[in-house]
């Protein structure tokens, strides 16, 4: 029936082999994709949405759930909210077009992941900075901005960089915004540039929704930045860290517009970003404080570290330098800039040395070019292999495509949204360290800037996801952390499909709007059926 509507472009999936990659998942949901059609042109989404309106009141009824690339690591990947949704692989609609290089607005579709935006700036020498996350070269750049994701460039709200939303209804209309409607030149150049048009605004109801296909989006890309350097603050004792989050509210209040977004890391975190699981991959099972003792002595970690970047042009850039130093004052052990003589020196020494020397050194340093490469607007692996923490089938190498859910990992995320209010975050911090624990889950804190009176707090859950009892401590550890969290007004700006299922009240207003919303623009519930919509 699919396959009779569908151009030459696109495919019905439906075999064992198939269907295999679409079952991968960080969550352990065992739910089966049971059909997947792979859409090669726009047309057949508006093809396929027809003939699910056609028989939605017959018994051959049947929904779909769009996907951008499926490497939505520990909120689904590629899995829907409903069993029977058929799939729609939206991987192949990959294009991007420049439609202004002075301006730097680019239309891309889901397909076109952070690699590719890269290569095309590189192939046609456009100097601009990737929306960068760290979720890894091979993710959307579209699924990520509607997700309302965040990264650690300039534009750090990837959706606020989103100017223009283009795709279809559940009933084949094509959705554009009053002011592309409005335009009668041959242009369609303005709508790009102007995020919110003209009367009411509806391009956030695409997001985090069921609502609509998008088909493409038309984002600002960050101009590359004369001048640009990483600054990292140390600091190594644990009572440090209200000295430490009052340095990154100055920081973020008085350099508003040269600085990026700004995290502050605690010393597990870090570690696990440079050492291996001293317990085994396999292992269920905290790490003492002796054990984190001796990768922070081995690696040079301090209790807690603040990691950052100044963009701009040379002169605001130095100038910032010196701000930075005057917030910091002597209350951090060490600070580091990216450029300083210090780091350009230990390249220099470690490029002439045998590898086999300094070898915790040269990670260290390996790790902050990573840092430092992606922070400037290009795609890696830096932040990936955090994923395989816990994973005895896989050795992470550092040549190796990574693809957490495809190598087994176990992940799950408790992201929530915290006051940049010193007291609040370290009630945070007492949250977690008393809960992780509990449930043999290593208790990592990252708190990531959105504004300088916002954080969000991403905690890794990391498994062995071949455990079921692993698999279970840590689904019932999200569910602790997220319960006792919301009584502390600490609320996550992303749930998983369980979440949206649990924590979701449809008999309160708010989720009554959306129905109404959904009622009318979807009446026969054929887009993604439960997302965002108890």
């Not at 730097?104 to 020498?125: A, E």
């Not at 605001?316 to 002597?330: L, S």
């Amino acid at each position: 029936m699919l396959q009779n509507v569908l151009s030459t472009a696109s495919q019905v999936l439906s075999s064992v082999p198939e269907l295999a990659r679409y079952q991968f998942n960080c969550e352990a949901n065992n739910q089966p994709s049971q059909l997947v059609v792979s859409i090669g042109a726009i047309a057949d989404i508006k093809a396929v949405l027809a003939l699910a309106s056609s028989h939605a009141n017959s018994k051959n009824a049947f929904a779909v759930h769009p996907i951008s690339t499926g490497r939505n690591w520990g909120y689904s990947s590629a899995k829907a909210n409903s069993a029977t949704a058929v799939i729609l692989d939206l991987a192949k609609l990959n294009n991007i077009q420049c439609e202004d290089a002075k301006l730097g607005i680019f239309t891309v579709q889901p397909g076109v992941t952070q690699q590719d935006l890269r290569c095309y700036l590189n192939q046609h020498q456009l100097k601009f900075m990737v929306p960068v996350t760290g979720a890894g070269p091979g993710c959307s750049i579209l699924g990520n901005a509607l997700e309302r994701g965040y990264g650690i460039t300039p534009y750090t709200d990837h959706f606020a960089a989103v100017n223009s939303i283009r795709g279809y209804l559940a009933d084949g209309t094509l959705f554009r915004s009053a002011v592309a409607e409005l335009d009668q030149s041959q242009h369609d150049l303005l709508d790009k540039t102007y995020k919110y048009g003209v009367g009411p605004y509806l391009d956030g109801l695409w997001t985090q929704s069921n609502l609509a296909i998008v088909t493409e989006i038309s984002l600002r890309l960050k101009a590359e930045p004369e001048a640009f350097s990483a600054f990292y603050l140390q600091f190594a004792t644990e009572y440090q860290f209200e000295q430490a989050q009052q340095i990154v509210f100055d920081i973020l209040q008085k350099l508003e517009g040269v600085v990026g977004s700004v995290n502050i890391m605690d010393q597990r975190r870090v570690a696990a970003m440079l050492a291996t699981n001293p317990n085994g991959a396999a292992a269920h099972q905290v790490m003492t404080e002796q054990q984190v003792a001796s990768i922070a002595k081995t690696y040079d970690i301090p209790a807690w570290t603040i990691a950052g970047t100044l963009y701009g042009q040379k002169a605001v850039v130095k100038a910032a330098k010196h701000e930075v130093k005057r917030f910091a004052g002597k209350q951090c052990s060490k600070m580091v800039f990216s450029d300083s003589w210090l780091i350009n020196t230990a390249r220099t020494v470690l490029q002439w040395l045998p590898k086999t020397m300094l070898s915790a050194q040269r990670k260290m340093l390996n790790s902050l070019d990573a840092g430092i490469n992606i922070m400037s607007g290009h795609p890696n692996q830096v932040a990936l292999p955090l994923a395989y923490w816990r994973n005895p089938r896989l050795a992470v190498t550092k040549d190796q495509t990574l693809h957490p859910a495809a190598d087994g990992c176990g992940l799950l995320w408790y992201a929530p949204l915290i006051t940049m209010n010193s007291a609040d975050m370290r009630r945070f911090i007492g949250h977690i360290r008393a809960v992780c624990p509990k449930y043999g889950i290593e208790p990592m804190i990252t708190f990531t800037s959105l504004k300088h009176d916002t954080v969000d707090s991403t905690i890794p859950i990391v498994f062995n996801l071949a455990d079921a009892a692993a698999v279970a401590q840590a689904k019932a550890c999200l569910e602790e952390l997220v319960s006792e969290g919301l009584k502390q007004g600490w609320v996550p700006y992303r749930l998983n499909l369980a979440q949206q299922a649990s924590l979701l009240d449809p008999t309160l207003p708010f989720w009554q709007i959306s129905a109404k919303i959904k009622q009318a623009l979807d009446p026969h519930n054929i887009i993604s059926p439960g997302r965002y919509q108890p």
